[in-house]
């Protein structure tokens, strides 16, 4: 299994520029999870989905659109980037049932705005 | 409302125990955990403990909550150069949520 996947690794971004940062699990997980990471802010929860054809907003889902066609994949899409939007961005899943199963985290995006 | 808080920084000597704090205040929560997030990487559970628990422990990691004052702490015993990492603080409310708190960053001195 290769766990959850996150591409690209980085990426810099224009202002006004539109990229969708993917995210795919192999676990059959039907949580997903976007987060984006500050320095010293923590996480942030983006977005999530408790299974296909279902999204939610988290804390922080302005300029941010996601989808969740399949079980798999949870596309994150930026329509109009912001240097506001410079951040590290992890996408976790989870399977449901217990809250003693944890999160499997991505290796993250890093993304900059210019 | 859900909130974590933990301070942001730790310095320990090698070979010393390290104490991470964290106060949460959703009361509710069944489960806690530790995460460790090393540079340039994601977060991986290190440990969790189930709300009706006020101790485990897990070769060099022990976990203590105190549930009356919503407390959760996490010791490090024989604290190694490996260990320096951020660990982050985190409650469970609900099946579909994960609260974090800030993360606590750990710095290993020699």
């Known amino acids: 299994n290769a766990g959850v996947t996150q591409t690209p690794k980085f990426r810099i971004l224009k202002i006004g520029q539109s990229m969708t940062l993917q995210c795919a699990q192999d676990m059959n997980h039907n949580y997903m999870y976007w987060y984006r990471q500050d320095p010293g802010m923590g996480l942030k929860l983006i977005y999530y989905s408790v299974g296909a054809g279902i999204t939610d907003k988290g804390e922080v889902p302005n300029g941010y659109n996601v989808s969740r066609s399949t079980t798999e994949d949870f596309p994150l899409r930026l329509e109009l980037a912001a240097p506001s939007q410079t951040s590290v961005y992890f996408c976790?899943?989870?399977?449901?049932?217990?809250?003693?199963?944890?999160?499997?985290f991505g290796d993250g995006t890093r993304l900059s705005i210019l | 409302g859900e909130d974590v808080e933990q301070s942001l920084f730790l310095s320990v000597r090698e070979g010393d125990s390290s104490v991470i704090n964290c106060t949460y205040t959703d009361s509710s929560s069944t489960y806690l955990y530790w995460y460790k997030q090393e540079p340039g990487a994601g977060l991986q559970l290190l440990t969790y403990?189930?709300?009706?628990?006020d101790m485990k422990q897990d070769q060099r990691l022990t976990v203590l909550l105190n549930k009356k004052d919503k407390h959760l702490s996490l010791r490090i015993a024989d604290t190694q150069t490996g260990d320096s990492a951020i660990y982050f603080c985190a409650e469970s409310p609900s099946d579909d949520k994960i609260i974090f708190g800030k993360g606590t960053r750990l710095h290993i001195l020699p």
């Open positions: 403990i189930f709300s009706n628990m």
């Open positions: 976790a899943s989870r399977p449901p049932g217990n809250s003693n199963q944890p999160q499997h």
